[in-house]
């Protein structure tokens, strides 16, 4: 269940020596792309980085990631059971998000981590990831939002109190500049309460160029296509592949971009802190290393041909919320929709969701929906799906889809895939609506494949 408070994972942390330097993240979208970015340029540049992001996808060890890897089932078990001795000994009684917090930091310890890049795993003022006893290099506030008002508030102000609860006097914070103006007064007069005054900046442009906090302007600028100087050109090879990054870094999302720019923003930080070099001309490499990190359920390109026998590639995405609903809903409308051609959608919900939210800002009326349940949560037993047939029902009462194209197979996930396939018939098919669900698929995946000869 969660628990919200700091005196547990206080107890579990209070013999864990900190060595590491560390950059905390908190948002209610974004975050975990921007913490797989940030990681991606410190490891590129030499610099041992761990990560932790919350929920885990397929297995619950690879959530804690070092040097661009996630750990390996035998040292998680190892820490697990380290961790499980004392707080059973001392009668802490965690839950046990804070045990696998706990188990993350004496990971990064034992792994000889330079920098960790942790997310908060829900809001961020008494999130267990704010319990390092050190203080933090730099911290990160991405795009907010409602969610999870059960526990943090019903309102955003609420919501925004509590991310804004991982800055620190003294730390230099950078905020998605995006956010709604109520998000950015928030952070504002919390950043004057704890005596940060301008010390919180907003950062949109990719190449991380601090925006005037005061302004209402959204700077979304690419950085621009330059040669690589010649200090920098090792063979033609690294040429032809600086251009080809460049190209990509052309076909990045706006919000990409934006986390991208946070990203190199809080590099530029990490590094002056510690006193390493950052060269200019080191930049267009530690963003070419950046843009090629294919974050998991994260607009993801894949197959599901050994499940279906579907050719087409599917998108898989996790958005679960109306907020994160609509990014997903640009990104369809302008890469998949061809002409009139119906979108075929593969969602589950869990419960406490805005559903309705997320299916208004993602369907057509002449779109295909699959309703399914994903299965159990490896270490979450409070985490519930919808049913699939109240979700039906919601959507009928709506009226946003043809009754016709609404179909629902419960917790046969593989069913609900295979009908999927079926009714696209070769079109555009998005499995989308809960990260709990993107697991489920990929577990599918990753079973198909170990199971062929």
Sequence with gaps: MIQPGLARIARLVRHTPIP???????GTNGKGSICAYLT???????????RFTSPHLIDRWDCINVAEEPISEWVFRLVEEQIAHRNEQD??????????????????????????????????????????????????ISKVGLDHQTVLGPELYDIALHKAGIMKPGVPCLV????????????????RRIGLHRGAISVTTVDGTEADWTSDEVHTALLEHVEPPEEAIIDDDDEESWASDSDDLFELEPHQRIHLGLALSAM?????????????????????AAIRVQFPGRLQKGTIKSLTGRAEKVLIDGAHN????EVLATYVNRRLRMGMEPVTWVLAS??????????????EATDNIVLVEFGPVDGMPWVKPRRSNILLEVIKRMRIVHEGNLYETGSDI????????????????????????????????????????
């Design 176 to 191: 998605d500049a995006t956010n709604e103006s109520l998000v950015l007064d928030v952070i504002r007069a919390e950043s």
């Design 268 to 288: 530029r930080m990490v590094c002056k802190a510690m006193d390493w070099d950052l060269e200019e001309w080191h930049i267009p490499f530690i963003i070419a």
């Design 20 to 26: 590491w330097r560390y950059v905390h993240v908190a």
């Design 40 to 50: 991606a340029m410190l490891n590129v540049h030499g610099i041992r980085a761990g």
């Design 322 to 325: 109306p907020q994160s609903a």
């Design 350 to 363: 869990t419960w406490g969701k805005n559903f309705k939210g997320i299916v208004s800002s993602l369907c």
């Design 414 to 453: 593989l069913g609900g895939l295979r009908k999927a396939t079926q009714v696209a018939d070769g079109g555009p098919l998005v499995i989308a609506g809960s990260l709990y669900l993107v697991s489920d698929v990929l577990r599918l995946l990753r079973d198909t494949e170990t199971a062929d000869p």
């Design 91 to 140: 009668g802490i009684a965690a839950s046990e998000f804070e045990l696998l917090t706990a188990a993350a930091f004496e990971v990064f310890t034992k792994e000889d981590v330079k920098v960790a890049v942790i997310e908060a795993g829900l809001g961020g003022r008494d999130d267990a990831t704010n319990a390092v006893p050190t203080t933090p290099t730099v911290t990160i």
